[in-house]
C-alpha cells in the first residue's frame, strides 16, 4: 500500500530535526519537537508507524528509550509478530520496517520474544 507518509520521508523528516536540534539532544526533547510535526489522529495505522520508528530508532541506538517510546515499540512489535501489520506496510518498504522495528526491538529489550510468550515457554519447560 502507498501511503502520504512512507517511512523514508518520515525518517528524512527526522533526521532534519536532529541535524538542527541545539545540544543536548534527548529523546524527550525530539518527541517533543518532532512528533507534534504530525497529526497522529488522522494517520493510517501504518503511517503512524512510519513516523513513530525514526524517533523509537533513535531513543534506543542513543540508550535514550522513553516510557512511551518503549511501549510503542512493544505494541509494534507484538503487531509484526501477531501478523497484524501483514498487508498494511508499504510493499517496498515493508522489509526496512521490519528490520528496523525488530532491530530495536532486539537492542531494547535484550530478546525476540514478547512477556506473554516469555511465560508461555516457561511453562513449557
Request: no cysteine; aromatic share 10%.
Amino acid at each position: 500500500m502507498k501511503y502520504e507518509l512512507d517511512y523514508q520521508g518520515a525518517t528524512e523528516i527526522f533526521e532534519s530535526r536532529v541535524i538542527t536540534s541545539i545540544p543536548p539532544i534527548t529523546g524527550r526533547l525530539l518527541e517533543n519537537s518532532y512528533l507534534p510535526e504530525f497529526d497522529q489522529d488522522i494517520l493510517e495505522e501504518a503511517e503512524r508507524l512510519n513516523a513513530v520508528l525514526p524517533l523509537i530508532k533513535w531513543e534506543v541506538d542513543n540508550n535514550d528509550l522513553s516510557r512511551a517510546m518503549s511501549d510503542e515499540l512493544y505494541l509494534y512489535y507484538e503487531d509484526l509478530l501477531k501478523g497484524r501489520l501483514d498487508g498494511i506496510l508499504d510493499e517496498d518498504e515493508a522489509p526496512i520496517i521490519i528490520k528496523d522495528l525488530t532491530e530495536s526491538y532486539i537492542k531494547a529489550f535484550g530478546k525476540d520474544t514478547l512477556d506473554e510468550e516469555d511465560k508461555y515457554l516457561k511453562k513449557e519447560v
